[in-house]
């Protein structure tokens, strides 16, 4: 009854047709990049929008 599991795990492990570490750590490097870009535009868009508004404010305007 174990023998077959083994079996099963042996032949999957041996495997080279999957993604291999190398290819998960390109994918996850591109993943940071984008998601780090994203929030430095987002957070400066943000920044400015902010100033404007105080800036209006403190000039006396609506």
């Given at each position: 009854?174990?023998?077959?599991?083994?079996?099963?795990?042996?032949?999957f492990l041996k495997k080279e047709?999957?993604?291999?570490?190398?290819?998960?750590?390109v994918m996850l490097a591109l993943?940071?990049?984008?998601?780090?870009?994203?929030?430095?535009?987002?957070?400066?868009?943000?920044?400015?929008s902010f100033s404007n508004s105080?800036?209006?404010?403190?000039?006396?305007?609506?």
């Open positions: 009854m174990l023998r077959p599991t083994v079996a099963q795990i042996v032949r047709d999957g993604p291999t570490a190398v290819e998960y750590a993943i940071i990049v984008v998601c780090a870009s994203a929030v430095s535009t987002v957070g400066t868009r943000t920044s400015s105080a800036l209006s404010t403190a000039l006396g305007g609506s």
